[in-house]
Every structure is written in C-alpha cells, then in structure tokens.
C-alpha cells in the first residue's frame, strides 16, 4: 500500500478510535450485516470501526485485515473483550490469501489511501461468497465548504490533498465507487451521499466537527512537514482558522462522503 498520511504514532491511532465516535452516527444507519456470519474488513486499522460494527450485528465474526503490523496489535489491544469473535490477517489487501470465503466486506475510509482500488476489490471479489454484499465509505474532500472564507485553512487543506495524491492516495476516491466497483465485476451497486452541513444553528455540533477536524487535518502534519511542503506556521495558522470558523456568528461547515453497497 502507499505511504499513509496520517502514520502509526500513538496519538493517530487514539484519532481513529475517535473519529468512529464522532462520525459513526454519519455512517451507520444504512450499513447491514443482518443474516451474515463471518465478513472480511479491509483496512480494519486498529479496529475502530470493527468494535461498531461487533455491537451493531452481536452475532457477527470478522476478519480484520490490515498491511501494518502495529494496527493490528494496537487492534488487537482495544477488541480484547471480543478476540473470539476475530480473526487478523496482516495482509496487502491488493494480493489477499484467504483459505476461506466470506459472506460480506466493510471497507472505510480505506481506498482513498490505495494507488490501485480496483485491485482491491478485485482481490476481495475472489473471496467472497455468491450473494455476498459489500459496503464502503469513502472521502470526497473536493466537496468541502467553510465560511468565513481564511486563507490559512485553505492553503493547508489543498496542500493535504496535493500531497496525499503526490504518495498515490486519492482525496476524492468516494466519487469513483460506481466506476470502481463495476470494474472489479461487482453487481447491484448503489450509491449514497453522506456528510454534514453545520452552523451556529447547532453550534455544539459545530465545535465538534471544527475540533475533529483539525485533529484530522493535523494528523497528516508531521509527513507533510518532513517532506517540506508546509512549515510550522501553516499548521498552526489552520488551527486558529478552525478555532474562528467554531466561533462565527455566520459559520458554515459542509462536507460529503460517499457510501456504496454492491454484491457478488
């Protein structure tokens, strides 16, 4: 797999844990396991979403694939209470070697750091069953919207996108499923739009997104800085500028997602 953005520090992997808090209620209500026995999550990370997904389908096992072996011991670590119902496999999810088919996939927020998602699915195709349904949750940063309109957010936020595309990553891969999918031979696909649209009509709402998203966006700090395309400065001047958009009696903060399905 490419460079991740974000990296396997410490403080990224409590992120994660925290973003499948804070966007769960975004993601979930369509996802559906019901009637599956034991699916295969690709990039399962250290098991942030896999812990929503063992509470939301009690009866569920899951085999957790991740490339990078701290995830998966950091995974290992925080789905201790549920071991017997996991199974991992530190994998590139492009070559997967299964001795087993499976009734259903979970990708999210995992294709956009993929030079190569058709293979992905492809590679996963060949290991699930007939009937087997697929969901996915995938970025499309192009659609982000703030206002008031502050130059340090943005010269930073396009920096984030041009270099997780410049480390073979793609920042808009959820507009793409359609396309994706149907390459990789996958049938009844459907597409969904997904996101949030905040104000100071929800301003505790808002605080929270505003928050979560500079620790998104302060995630990819230190790779940028190492590979010399931003300074200190820059990071620090995107975090004053969420901290003013938080605060803004005129506020407005959108942003879209995509969310497939599709079967075998």
Same mark, same amino acid.
């Given at each position: 797999?490419?460079?991740?953005? +974000? ?18 209620? $975004? ?9 599956? #026995? ?74 956009e750091h993929i030079p190569d998602p058709t293979q992905v699915l492809r590679s996963l195709k !060949?290991h699930l069953l007939p009937g087997s349904k697929i969901w996915l949750t995938e970025v499309y ?8 309109? $502050? !130059?340090? $957010?943005?010269?930073?936020?396009? #920096? ?5 595309? !410049? ?33 100071? +009509? ?20 230190? !790779? ?8 200190q400065e820059e990071v620090q001047l995107m975090e004053q500028d969420l901290d003013t958009i ?19």
């Amino acid at each position: 797999m490419s460079n991740y953005i +974000h990296g396997y520090v410490p403080e990224e992997q409590e992120r994660l844990v925290e973003q499948a808090g804070v966007l769960g209620s $975004l993601i979930y209500p369509r996802i559906d396991f019901n009637g599956c #026995k034991h699916i295969l999550e690709i990039g399962s990370g250290v098991g942030a979403q896999t812990q929503v997904l063992l509470n939301l389908f009690p009866d569920l096992k899951i085999t957790c694939v991740d490339a990078e072996p701290k995830q998966i011991q950091k995974a290992q670590a925080n789905l201790s209470s549920s071991l017997d119902r996991l199974t991992f496999e530190c994998q590139d999810a492009r070559k997967l070697k299964m001795e087993k088919k499976f009734d259903g996939a979970f990708i999210c927020w995992v294709l956009e750091h993929i030079p190569d998602p058709t293979q992905v699915l492809r590679s996963l195709k !060949s290991h699930l069953l007939p009937g087997s349904k697929i969901w996915l949750t995938e970025v499309y940063n192009s659609s982000f919207y703030f206002y008031p309109e $502050l !130059s340090g $957010l943005r010269a930073y936020y396009e #920096k984030y996108n041009r270099f997780q595309r !410049s480390i073979g990553g793609d920042p808009d891969v959820g507009l793409k499923l359609g396309n994706l999918l149907h390459e990789a031979g996958f049938d009844q696909i459907d597409l969904y739009p997904g996101g949030f649209h905040l104000s100071q +009509h929800d301003s505790n709402t808002l605080r929270q997104f505003t928050t979560y998203w500079k620790g998104l966006m302060k995630s990819g700090a230190a !790779s940028m800085l190492e590979a010399q395309m931003i300074n200190q400065e820059e990071v620090q001047l995107m975090e004053q500028d969420l901290d003013t958009i938080s605060k803004d009696r005129n506020a407005v903060f959108y942003y879209r997602f995509v969310q497939a399905s599709a079967t075998v």
